[in-house]
């Protein structure tokens, strides 16, 4: 219920997108899997007040807690998940990994501003998420600090994974320990670059 989520009559999901008021409602219809039905569009429907049109914002923005770490993913369900298995974080959708556009990217996301914690980036294992621009528009936004993640465990390159497919591999999967694993990586690997550019360029000197 938190999550603005409900059933319509022809049996798709919505998402209520809200930040301080209800400003959307998008519709997914998903297969009796789990997984999103591609064959049936989703739509996404302006709500209006007097004339007026809201604008779009991001899914989740209305939990957000400046406290908490948090992670992006691309769809609604995933960030739905895993707020209920990791309460600890803050989780936000992007809509995919192009469903913020380059001249809204300010508006929506600079309330990411105000997080005290980390910021990560959970997009999908295949070309789309890791070519995705969405770190760009956190750059855009004012937001200078952020981690991106699109490899997983025991998910093969392109596979088209998300976090949610990880969830399901893995019962006991621990995002946590997986996310600071990947700081740990990244800071090993530019501790070395770092150590091999003060190296060439002492020897540029000599």
Avoid: M
């Avoid at 022809?10 to 008021?21: C, E, H, R, V, Y």
């Avoid at 998903?30 to 007097?50: E, M, V, W």
């Avoid at 992670?71 to 809509?95: D, H, M, R, Y």
């Amino acid at each position: 219920q938190k999550w603005l989520v409900r059933t319509d009559r022809f049996g798709a999901t919505t998402f209520g997108l809200a930040n301080d008021q209800l400003r959307h409602i998008k519709k997914i219809k998903y297969r009796l899997n789990g997984h999103r039905d591609k064959a049936a569009k989703f739509s996404i429907s302006a709500l209006t007040r007097k004339g007026y049109r809201f604008d779009t914002c991001v899914y989740g923005a209305h939990l957000f807690s400046p406290e908490k770490d948090t992670f992006l993913t691309e769809s609604e369900k995933a960030a739905v998940i895993c707020s209920f298995l990791f309460p600890q974080f803050n989780f936000l959708a992007t809509g995919g990994s192009k469903g913020i556009s380059k001249s809204d990217a300010p508006r929506k996301l600079q309330f990411l501003s105000q997080a005290k914690g980390r910021i990560v980036i959970l997009g999908d294992n295949d070309k789309a998420g890791r070519e995705s621009d969405l770190p760009r528009k956190l750059t855009s936004a004012g937001i200078k600090s952020f981690y991106h993640i699109t490899e997983y465990p025991q998910s093969e390159k392109d596979s088209g994974d998300d976090i949610v497919d990880i969830l399901e591999r893995f019962s006991s999967f621990d995002l946590e320990a997986f996310f600071n694993d990947h700081v740990r990586r990244i800071e090993k690997r530019r501790e070395e670059e770092n150590k091999r550019y003060e190296v060439a360029y002492r020897n540029l000197f000599r």
